[in-house]
């Protein structure tokens, strides 16, 4: 260990990030071989750091696992956490909503990535603009939530209409659902950039952990003052 991370060659592993920032490490495992995601996680697990791994194969998971690693996969969400348990639990409660079903994986991405990090996480899924009446049977639900993420494709409307209608800040992401005039995505990103309701702040095309990393962070901050009173 040097300055806070350890070296291992080709990885320098962020070991004081949870100190610095109040979240833990996260593990981008997409492009890394399934030999180097296995060693980044055991350097991890030596040090005690929890650590989350996202967009992680099946086949990176199942190498992982069969190394030793006591590492939970979560196939839906893509997603490999290594000693939540460890994780301190956030006040507070982040509502996930989504567009459509398609939107799922992204969402569930969201999910996972909060209740890693201690947060409670309600789902509310396929409540999208095409049938808002499924919107209004979930909206006293939603409020109770101190921070939401809106997880919508096509042209992205659900963050935008979210605001309009609750207190908490929204967390737009948009997804690469939708037919070819949705640009994979760059259609409900520009929508939800240019929305006319206040309070919406925006992620980059399927990045669920960017979000839920965003309302964690405002968990912590709200918790943080309630300390200080």
């Known amino acids: 260990m040097n300055e806070g991370f350890a070296d291992i060659g080709f990885a320098k592993l962020d070991l004081t990030r949870g100190l610095r920032t ?3 490490e996260t593990v981008y495992c997409a492009g890394k071989t399934k030999e180097q995601l296995a060693k980044i996680l055991q350097a991890f697990q030596a040090e005690g750091v929890p650590v989350l791994g996202t967009r992680c194969s099946p086949e990176q998971a199942a190498f992982v696992r069969a190394s030793g690693l006591p590492a939970e996969y979560d196939e839906p969400s893509a997603t490999l956490a290594l ?4 994780q301190p639990r956030l006040p507070g409660l982040i509502a996930v909503c989504t567009g ?3 939107d799922l994986p992204v969402a569930e991405e969201a999910v996972r990535t909060a209740e ?3 947060a409670a996480v309600s789902r509310h899924y396929d409540v999208g603009v095409a049938g808002i009446h499924r ?3 979930r909206l006293e ?3 109770k939530a101190d921070a939401v ?3 919508a494709g096509m042209e992205g409307a659900l963050p935008g209409v979210l605001a309009g209608l609750i207190e908490a800040p929204v967390i737009a992401v948009p997804t690469s659902v ?3 005039a949705s640009f994979h995505g760059l259609s409900a990103l520009l929508t939800m950039i240019n929305s006319c309701a206040e309070g919406v702040s925006v992620v980059n095309i399927d990045n669920g952990f960017g979000a839920a990393v965003q309302a964690c962070r405002i968990l912590r901050i709200k918790n943080r003052g309630t300390k200080n009173k």
């Not at 000693?83 to 460890?86: I, L, T």
């Open 100 to 102: 459509g079903t398609a």
């Open 83 to 86: 000693g939540a348990d460890k």
């Open 149 to 151: 993420v809106a997880v």
């Open 178 to 180: 939708g037919y070819g």
């Open 135 to 137: 919107l209004f049977a």
């Open 116 to 118: 890693f990090f201690g």
């Open 22 to 24: 109040g979240m833990g």
């Open 141 to 143: 639900e939603i409020r």
